[in-house]
């Protein structure tokens, strides 16, 4: 699907292209969702290179994510995207020229898509496209400050919960999930820090002086935001060993229990066993008080041995 952002005036208008369409007057964005082979030729028509596809955007290498070309530059950023309880990262690529913005990505983005209402309610004053990019990059930073946010707000609950048996599996569920999403969240802080790093290093002449000002803003909280990061894998490892020691001491507790009554019963056992043999010169087996007293010796080898371990306290 290819859709135009048309400026005029300081109004934002939507219109929605076919491949057999040109590109509309006063576009300044034009977003390609999920672009088939048509869609992308047709792009390519107003490009040097071709079209680049969804393993050209997915590429990790930084020549491959940052740079600059006769089409103009070239930028592969990770956005993270909440879907329940997981945070996943979405490759979306960028080409910046000096009259236009090109956008590809084959997932929905939550802040593209946040973006577009901005626009629509007159909340975002952009006038070029590089403007428009450093707006979204703002907004993207924003959103992976409250999803720091989040995930400490979850491991500060789960700190609560560690410690109840009825609740260790879904502790353990949690501390899984946030750490995945850390992790996705602080992939995210260092390659949108890549990018603005390389705008600002290979790009600074296309950019006004306010967007160079929100570049640095930007990768001045980055800097913040990324020790945060850290911290909250420190936290998540910490809570993480904590519910193992819990969970290994819950069950040494089961295997103590089980170990003390084989040891309590142990004597019994020796009794009954050795009363049980079939050898014809037992005397015993002809006392008529014969049965009460091994029942007796039992009984009182079991007492013995429990009051035992319970004086020594280790019970």
Do not use: C
């Amino acid at each position: 699907m290819i859709t135009a952002y048309l400026q005029r005036e300081g109004v934002w208008d939507m219109v929605d292209l076919s491949p057999e369409d040109g590109i509309p007057k006063h576009t300044m964005w034009i977003d390609l969702f999920r672009p088939d082979d048509d869609e992308r030729q047709w792009l390519s028509r107003y490009l040097y290179e071709e079209a680049p596809d969804e393993e050209d955007i997915n590429e990790i290498e930084a020549s491959a994510r940052f740079y600059l070309d006769n089409d103009g530059l070239h930028i592969n950023s990770l956005f993270p995207q909440r879907v329940g309880s997981e945070v996943r990262a979405i490759n979306v690529f960028f080409l910046i020229q000096p009259n236009r913005l090109f956008t590809i990505r084959e997932e929905d983005v939550g802040l593209i898509r946040l973006l577009r209402n901005y626009l629509r309610l007159g909340r975002i004053e952009a006038d070029r496209p590089q403007g428009l990019l450093v707006e979204l990059f703002n907004l993207k930073v924003d959103y992976l400050s409250d999803q720091l946010e989040d995930v400490y707000t979850v491991l500060d609950e789960l700190s609560e919960e560690v410690f109840d048996n009825e609740k260790l599996d879904e502790v353990f569920k949690q501390i899984t999930l946030q750490e995945d999403g850390n992790g996705k969240i602080r992939l995210s802080l260092l390659d949108t820090q890549r990018g603005l790093r390389y705008m600002q290093r290979y790009y600074r002449r296309q950019l006004q002086e306010d967007e160079i000002k929100d570049v640095k803003e930007m990768l001045s909280d980055i800097e913040s935001l990324l020790p945060h990061t850290q911290f909250l894998f420190d936290k998540i490892n910490f809570l993480l060993d904590a519910a193992m020691g819990f969970t290994s001491l819950q069950q040494n507790k089961i295997i103590k229990i089980f170990s003390v009554a084989a040891v309590v019963f142990l004597p019994p056992t020796l009794i009954a066993s050795i009363y049980g043999m079939n050898f014809t010169a037992m005397p015993e087996l002809a006392w008529e008080v014969g049965y009460p007293l091994a029942l007796g010796l039992m009984l009182g080898s079991a007492v013995g041995t429990y009051w035992f371990f319970k004086r020594k306290g280790w019970l």
